[in-house]
């Protein structure tokens, strides 16, 4: 457990130390910001599902700047050589990086909770349908960046593994579109089961389902799982 908090201890420390952090931030907390005001002061919706499904797909454009340095900084750095060295197993490595990633997500959570004030001051929102929202918004957070450190395992280049990430994770957000296609209802439901979007719409109505919950747990720990095996081949 030191070892893995040490790579953890690491990773906040490079996160607070990087300017493209600071810049991913910023420029997510401006765009949840305008929805925000759009949403309820312009539409006059006294509710955050609207301004919950733009930060979504924020999220899942904005989150691979996050995850992108994970492992692809080591390699340029010339410091994975180092920390392969080290008396850590793969899993604990990749586990401390996620979990450093992982706390920017939560403070990053945190930060658009400030929108929640005027909506309680002028407005009767549900909180229970704030929070699964929020619980979504959280777990589909942990499933882009799983896959994010994926991707950046595979790659030097952290442009390089932002881009792809970002493909793939729009795939996964719009792949639930197909079921609308006419085809074999195998694939239909393949579709819709795979779609970020279709389950994240699920927290934002209110829905807490353990389907919506256990199918990004499953993505978290398929991503991770594979980054690990790769980490122990290249050893």
Known sequence: MRSMAAV???EILTYFRSPIAYFVVAVFLLGTGYFFLFNVFLTGSANMDTTLQN???LLVTLSP???MRLFSAEYSARTMELLATLPLKPWQIVFGKFLGAATILLLLTVCTMVNLVPLYL???PEMSTVFAGYLGF???GMACIAVGQLFSALTQNQIVA???TVAVLLAFWYVGHLRNYQGPGVLRELSSYLSFALHYG???QGLLRSEAAAFYLLVCAAAMTLNAAYLEWRR
Request: charged share 10%.
């Open 8 to 10: 953890y201890n690491k």
């Open 55 to 57: 930060m979504g797909i």
């Open 65 to 67: 700047f996050i995850s």
């Open 122 to 124: 002028y407005g009767n």
């Open 138 to 140: 959280f777990l589909l």
């Open 162 to 164: 932002a881009l792809v």
């Open 202 to 204: 699920d927290f934002i």
